[in-house]
């Protein structure tokens, strides 16, 4: 099986740019505001274990796509002479710069562009990277963005994405709107993502992380954030909206809802 056969698996349907914006624009308040600092230095850290690398080098040019609040790009401009990210979400890029001001951090050049319409020429980022990571992002949603990605190194790569996770509200108002669960609601993003650099010669290095947790939130916020989610996938008719509403309504208590997550994601890593 070729490039163009697990190209086609991978199947990513069309996005709407300005919606995906406003998705994640919504969400980066949520994002910044997750006490996770201990847990994600040890991710950090074992993530520089799984690709290789020796705690005390230094990279010279670091890219990090799809960078979010900036958690990562603050950690690697800690060990790197320039850092360059890239995020479709102004507000999240906001969040970015101010907490690598916080830090004092001036290595880092902040790019709001989707990745996939990011020109690599006009950037001057074609072979210019001895990193390239992009952690848990949509943004490498392609075998194109996959290989945007491999154009811009010289020497090291990461990418990690969820293979399966389980959200115990999110499932059962997938069957009621949408008329069935998806079981695979990542698709086979990694699957191809492994496939297609075995047939480009590449041989990447695979882990896989397993989680579990839960998330508590007012029904409010949790309706807001299922409304964003669900107009990405359907036009939500007003009784779409009520459906929402009532589901959140039935399943809080004293105004909180509780939903439970599982989650395999899959770690990989390969050189030039």
């Given at each position: 099986m070729d490039i163009k056969y697990f190209s086609d698996l991978w199947d990513s349907s069309k996005k709407s740019y300005d919606m995906e914006e406003r998705f994640w624009d919504e969400r980066?308040?949520?994002?910044?505001?997750?006490?996770?600092?201990?847990?994600?230095?040890?991710?950090?850290?074992?993530?520089l274990e799984f690709i290789e690398v020796d705690k005390n080098k230094k990279f010279k040019n670091v890219l990090d796509i799809g960078c979010g609040t900036g958690f990562y790009s603050r950690k690697f401009s800690?060990?790197?002479?320039?850092?360059?990210?890239?995020?479709?979400?102004?507000?999240?890029?906001?969040?970015?710069r101010k907490n690598l001001d916080?830090?004092?951090?001036?290595?880092?050049?902040l790019v709001k562009k989707a990745w996939s319409e990011l020109n690599l020429e006009e950037f001057g980022w074609k072979e210019k990277?001895?990193?390239?990571?992009a952690s848990m992002t949509p943004a490498v949603d392609s075998c194109a963005d996959l290989i945007k990605m491999i154009d811009c190194g010289t020497n090291l790569y990461f990418l990690s994405g969820f293979v399966e996770r389980k959200d115990s509200l999110k499932n059962e108002l997938s069957e009621i709107l949408l008329g069935s669960y998806n079981n695979?609601?990542?698709?086979?993003?990694?699957?191809?993502a492994i496939n297609i650099l075995w047939n480009m010669g590449y041989y990447p290095k695979i882990s896989y992380v397993d989680s579990n947790w839960s998330k508590r939130e007012p029904v409010d916020e949790l309706?807001?954030?299922?409304?964003?989610?669900?107009?990405?996938?359907?036009?939500?008719t007003k009784e779409d909206k009520i459906s929402i509403r009532d589901y959140m309504e039935s399943r809080s208590i004293n105004g909180i809802v509780e939903e439970k997550v599982t989650s395999k994601v899959a770690w990989l890593c390969w050189k030039k």
């Open positions: 980066a308040e949520e994002f910044n505001k997750k006490d996770i600092e201990e847990k994600e230095n040890k991710d950090f850290s074992s993530i800690e060990i790197s002479e320039s850092i360059a990210a890239t995020d479709i979400s102004e507000n999240m890029l906001k969040y970015a916080t830090k004092h951090r001036n290595n880092v050049r990277f001895d990193m390239v990571f695979k609601p990542y698709g086979n993003k990694m699957y191809s309706y807001k954030k299922y409304l964003l989610y669900f107009e990405r996938k359907k036009h939500l």
